[in-house]
């Protein structure tokens, strides 16, 4: 599985919450009002060629809808980042957060909390 870019990212998470869309349906939810309609679709037939999307064809229109699931993605990337950042290393990674403030006590022991539930059962 490939990294996507910040545009195709973007596009994903529109596909993840629409669950299927039309170029058009896409387009008004892009937060760069900018982009042109074929630039929307080319960014989407990129994701097809990458295996993310597939779409269902209605003439010339189609519909796109999202082949690999968020969750699986998102596994993706904290696999990718573990490994580049924190020498595959989740302890680390959790440090570095708590380090950095960007997790309280209260959320690490919820977070150990829902571990022990998980371990157990």
């Not at 869309?21 to 097809?48: C, G, M, W």
């Not at 999307?53 to 573990?82: C, D, F, W």
Request: net charge positive; hydrophobic share 35%; aromatic share 10%.
């Amino acid at each position: 599985m490939k990294k996507l870019t910040n545009k195709e990212e973007e596009v994903m998470r529109i596909l993840w919450q629409l669950e299927k869309a039309f170029v058009k349906e896409i387009l008004p939810k892009i937060k760069d009002q900018k982009l042109h309609y074929n630039t929307v679709s080319t960014i989407v037939r990129h994701l097809e060629d990458k295996g993310f999307v597939s779409h269902t064809a209605y003439g010339n229109t189609h519909q796109y809808y999202p082949v690999i699931s968020k969750e699986e993605y998102r596994k993706h990337i904290m696999s990718l980042t573990s490994k580049r950042f924190f020498d595959n290393s989740y302890k680390s990674m959790v440090s570095f957060f708590a380090k950095e403030e960007k997790i309280s006590a209260k959320e690490l022991r919820e977070i150990l909390e829902i571990i022990e539930k998980e371990n157990k059962e």
